[in-house]
């Protein structure tokens, strides 16, 4: 099994993680600290999407070698592939804001849930805020993202072989 087909089965795997204890585990538990793990989930379905475009057209020679971290897949991704293959703005921004939480959280000094939300504070205590309602619209583009990776490596599959 290649590489772009590995990630492309993670993207999914992650994706279906994050669809589940959103749609499922939270509305029975209502912890919003579940909410964290969405937007892991989600940040790892889009990295591995991104990984497994990039690594179909490098394995057909057509982006020249990168570094293997998510600062250089994003920006060749963003350079080369976003205009290549009509990829929509919004899943460069869906890529970009998940990639924020996650370093937020890594960098937060403070976090808690409040009500039926799960709040992040920075050093400054600016407020950032992961609600179910915000990471369901997340989770839809995340779809329509894995969805359109997937239909864009199948067609250029046929038409290698």
């Known amino acids: 099994m290649e590489t772009y087909q590995k990630e492309r089965e993670q993207a999914r795997k992650s994706l279906m993680i994050a669809d589940h204890v959103l749609t499922q585990t939270y509305p029975l538990v209502k912890d919003p600290k579940i909410l964290t793990v969405v937007v892991d989930n989600l940040h790892r379905a889009t ?47 869906l890529i970009t804001t998940l990639q924020d939480l996650v370093q937020e959280r890594i960098r937060a000094p403070v976090e808690f849930s409040r009500r039926e939300s799960y709040v992040i504070a920075d050093e400054e205590y600016k407020l950032s805020k992961l609600t179910a309602e915000k990471l369901k619209r997340k989770l839809e583009l ?20």
């Open 47 to 93: 990295e591995h999407a991104v990984s497994a475009i990039l690594g179909f057209d490098r394995l057909h020679k057509k982006i020249p070698p990168f570094h293997d971290s998510f600062a250089d897949k994003t920006r060749v991704f963003r350079s080369r592939n976003r205009r290549r293959y009509d990829f929509k703005e919004e899943y460069l921004d």
């Open 142 to 161: 995340a779809k329509l993202f894995i969805e359109d990776m997937e239909r864009w490596i199948r067609d250029h599959e046929r038409t290698i072989r």
